[in-house]
């Protein structure tokens, strides 16, 4: 008597009983983060072909999580690890110059866009109970700022 039936279906995935899905947080960031600002500021020129400004914020995003030092390390990192390339909305068999794109969407990108972003994506996360809103306190600045 055999004790495997192939046709039965399963309750649980092997990925919810091993927790073998490391990507889990970054969907539900990545799904809460609204990027309308950055599609107004959408320029296309003459040249390459355009990266997704979302996925690059969302690569930078996923860099300031990873102990990433710098946007060659991230570059490198997304074309060895495909699955946070998609997860970004980047498609991971382009060979692009990453470096290159990541520096002219930091360099041309208003501040301003990007604070409205972060703004909303805090507050965004305080109402899914993922963070905590009493007090915020950016790249280790000492100064406590009220959410």
Known sequence: MSTFNPQQRLLLSA???LDINPLKKYELLFDN??????????????????VPKPGLLRALIYKNF???PTLYDLAVDLVDNPSIALKCNLHPSHHLALV??????LRDTPNTHLQIIRKRLVHELIELDQIKGNLLAIDS???????
Not at 37 to 49: A, D, E, F, S, V
């Open 100 to 105: 290159e794109r990541f520096s002219s969407f």
């Open 66 to 68: 990873k102990p990433l």
């Open 141 to 147: 600045c000492s100064l406590l700022a009220k959410v």
């Open 33 to 50: 983060l609204d990027c309308s600002p950055l599609k107004r500021h959408t320029q296309h020129t003459k040249g390459r072909p355009p």
């Open 15 to 17: 990925e919810y009983l």
